[in-house]
């Protein structure tokens, strides 16, 4: 039997997934300058804030979560109303099989849609594989913040990408 990815829009239902595979990016220390795991209060609050434009998507196969990508607001400032932020977490054991691939293009349809003309993220210099997922979808490397935050007493660059729809 061949497995297939399904990559839709979270639920209620999904939050303890989401919740789950958000820990083990906090654990990682490769996707997050959050040093302490989440609890299931702080996820629900989260996917709240979660709901029309900033959408959450799901990456599900064999009807197992493995991954979750959402659009959040950049800025509270209406002149940044176009831009959104991306945060894109995928499973220890999914990494690496293009779950990162398909979510980031369905969250990048999504956003279209919700009428933002581009999309931010940031990411460790060190997060090679991170970014060679956002390469290959076209987003460029606009700089690097040094010493951006502190993570396990050691300060951390942070890099900033982008990528523009018109």
Known sequence: MISTLTVRQAVSDDIAH?????NQGIEDRIATLET????????EAWFREHQGRYAVLIAEKDGQVIGWASLN??????????VA????????????????????QALEDQAKEMDFYKI?????????????????MGYREVGVFEKQGIMDNRP?????MEKLFQ
Do not use: W
Request: aromatic share 14%.
């Open 18 to 22: 989401i919740l789950r595979i958000y």
């Open 36 to 43: 302490d795991a989440k609890d299931l209060n702080y996820m």
């Open 85 to 104: 932020d991306l945060s894109i977490y995928i499973d220890r054991e999914s990494r690496g099989q293009g779950v990162g691939s398909s979510l980031l």
């Open 156 to 160: 951390i660059d942070v890099m900033i």
């Open 73 to 82: 607001p950049y800025s509270h400032r209406c002149a940044y109303s176009g």
């Open 120 to 136: 931010v993220l940031f990411t460790f210099p060190f997060n090679q594989q991170g970014q060679g997922l956002y390469r290959k």
